[in-house]
């Protein structure tokens, strides 16, 4: 492959994600596609809608993940979630945490990126402690408070 051919091939993938971000998120605005907003819909008002939106993103990529996979696109035990491992208690603090947050937050995070969309400056500050934290728990300061802590408790898998 030439220069020429891989900045022409490096011009249509950044248009195309733009292209494909900028549909989404017109579709998030219009629909309010959020998770918070799903659960909050079903508790407080018995209204499955968003709900069923949100498990039909989650039947979608579980789907298209397993296809890449048996296509060899993808190798399911490369990736962070592949792990024989179960952290079983990292995982409830962790959507514990991620829960509050998204309360205080006003909306998860697609919503927080809608919202910036539309020029909200509380959404950037939501984002940027949102990618912040999960920097610092995963391999910064929480990490080894983590690491020494909850993530003791673990189910071993076959």
């Known amino acids: 492959m030439t220069d020429a051919e891989l900045a022409a091939l490096r011009h249509m993938v950044l248009w195309g994600?733009?292209?494909?971000?900028a549909v989404l998120g017109a579709v998030s605005q219009r629909s309010h596609?959020?998770?918070m907003g799903a659960v909050s819909d079903v508790v407080s008002m018995g209204d499955w809608t968003r709900a069923r939106m949100w498990l039909l993103a989650v039947a979608v990529a579980m789907g298209a993940f397993a296809?890449?996979?048996?296509m060899g696109w993808v190798s399911?035990?490369?990736?962070?979630?592949?792990?024989?491992?179960?952290?079983?208690?990292?995982?409830?603090?962790?959507?514990l945490l991620f829960g509050l947050g998204m309360v205080w937050a006003s909306g998860c995070g697609a919503k927080t990126l809608v919202r910036l969309g539309g020029g909200n400056l509380k959404a950037l500050v939501v984002l940027l402690v949102m990618g912040l934290s999960a920097s610092m728990t995963l391999r910064g300061v929480t990490a080894v408070a983590r690491d020494a802590s909850v993530d003791r408790w673990v189910l071993t898998l076959p």
């Open 17 to 21: 994600a733009f292209a494909l971000s």
């Open 67 to 70: 296809l890449m996979q048996s």
């Open 76 to 95: 399911a035990a490369q990736t962070l979630y592949g792990s024989p491992r179960l952290l079983w208690a990292s995982h409830a603090l962790g959507g």
């Open 33 to 35: 596609f959020c998770v």
